[in-house]
T-cell receptor, first 114, second 115 residues
Framework: AQSVTQLGSHVSVSEGALVLLRCNYSSSVPPYLFWYVQYPNQGLQLLLKYTTGATLVKGINGFEAEFKKSETSFHLTKPSAHMSDAAEYFCAVSGKSNTGKLIFGQGTTLQVKP | DTGVSQDPRHKITKRGQNVTFRCDPISEHNRLYWYRQTLGQGPEFLTYFQNEAQLEKSRLLSDRFSAERPKGSFSTLEIQRTEQGDSAMYLC?????????????FGPGTRLLVL
């Protein structure tokens, strides 16, 4: 069985500060890991994904995440927050199997203060 | 490439009525997924199709829910005898399964409110 835990349902940072959104996963098979962003009343947009290879993955809008197998973590970071980063962020896992369904965490709301 | 589209974007209905949602995937994507998202939660998997075949259904998908993808292109999700607990955002995603790792692209969702 697979699961995702996002630590902190709300994170607040000042504009220009470091963004760190935490994600831990559980998977019985080697995982694919994803971060999606959701703006109000919109669908989900893919930020980045880890499948194989380099454990530090870079995504859109200056975000990156590092896959740490030993810690079963896939934390999302951005060096300098921008007001436009305010949104809901979801971490998701899928197994390397024929079923590509995603298992999502509960989400983290990022607030960016001026 | 116009992305994944969903129709309608919003639906208000009375308890007991039937509703149907449509999803148009990215053209040539062979997989199509349906998820449900309730307020303050992450999306939950409902079902998925590969081409015309419905390959998996979640236990969340009660007998009142039915999904189809008749020609392997667009899909419909019908909810019969709606209940207030069906109020949620219904998200559709599509992907191309092939040599590269699968990535799901999401539509804007259909927000359902059952009164």
């Amino acid at each position: 069985a697979q699961s995702v835990t996002q630590l902190g349902s709300h994170v607040s940072v000042s504009e220009g500060a470091l963004v760190l959104l935490r994600c831990n996963y559980s998977s019985s098979v080697p995982p694919y890991l994803f971060w999606y962003v959701q703006y109000p009343n919109q669908g989900l947009q893919l930020l980045l994904k880890y499948t194989t290879g380099a454990t530090l993955v870079k995504g859109i809008n200056g975000f990156e995440a590092e896959f740490k197998k030993s810690e079963t973590s896939f934390h999302l970071t951005k060096p300098s927050a921008h007001m436009s980063d305010a949104a809901e962020y979801f971490c998701a896992v899928s197994g390397k199997s024929n079923t590509g369904k995603l298992i999502f965490g509960q989400g983290t709301t990022l607030q960016v203060k001026p | 490439d116009t992305g994944v589209s969903q129709d309608p974007r919003h639906k208000i209905t009375k308890r007991g009525q039937n509703v149907t949602f449509r999803c148009d995937p990215i053209s040539e994507h062979n997989r199509l997924y349906w998820y449900r998202q309730t307020l303050g939660q992450g999306p939950e998997f409902l079902t998925y199709f590969q081409n015309e075949a419905q390959l998996e259904k979640s236990r969340l998908l009660s007998d009142r829910f039915s999904a189809e993808r008749p020609k392997g292109s667009f899909s419909t999700l019908e909810i019969q005898r709606t209940e207030q607990g069906d109020s949620a955002m219904y998200l559709c995603a599509s992907s191309l399964v092939g040599l590269a790792e699968e990535t799901q692209y999401f539509g804007p969702g259909t927000r359902l409110l059952v009164l």
